[in-house]
């Protein structure tokens, strides 16, 4: 099982920026796929960003590419999230998660198997 912490997120003005963080131990990090996913009040949790293992490979929901970069350090186990742009629309409570064991690669919420508890952002127009 892997742990998650997760930074505290915020209240930003529409097209401003926030950087999330998320640190994670309990297992060998750079031996699983990291991602982001977010709920809305309202709405189910959605995906919006992963990255796999080695950091080459990332994928983005179509709602936030061109805006948001997820990256991560291996060597101090955290992954990241740029969030450029902001819209109302990205107001949520923001996860990250950790891929279930083997997995290099991740997308839906099944090949996640560790959360964090989520931090808030707000994003006023």
């Known amino acids: 099982q892997v742990q998650l912490v997760e930074s505290v997120g915020g209240l930003v003005q529409a097209g401003g920026s926030l950087r999330l963080s998320c640190a994670a131990s309990?297992?060998?990090?750079?031996?699983?796929?990291m991602g982001w996913f977010r709920q809305a009040p309202g709405k189910e949790r959605e995906f919006v960003s992963s990255?796999?293992?080695?950091?080459?490979?990332?994928y983005y929901a179509d709602s936030v590419k061109g805006r948001f970069t997820i990256s991560r350090d291996n060597a101090k186990n955290t992954v990241y999230l740029q969030m450029n742009s902001l819209k109302p629309d990205d107001t949520a409570v923001y996860y990250c998660?950790?891929?279930?064991?083997?997995?290099?690669?991740?997308?839906?919420?099944?090949?996640?198997?560790?959360w964090g508890q989520g931090t808030q952002v707000t994003v006023s127009s």
């Open positions: 309990g297992r060998t990090f750079s031996t699983y796929a």
């Open positions: 990255i796999s293992c080695s950091g080459g490979t990332t």
């Open positions: 998660a950790a891929a279930r064991s083997g997995r290099c690669y991740g997308e839906g919420e099944n090949d996640f198997g560790s």
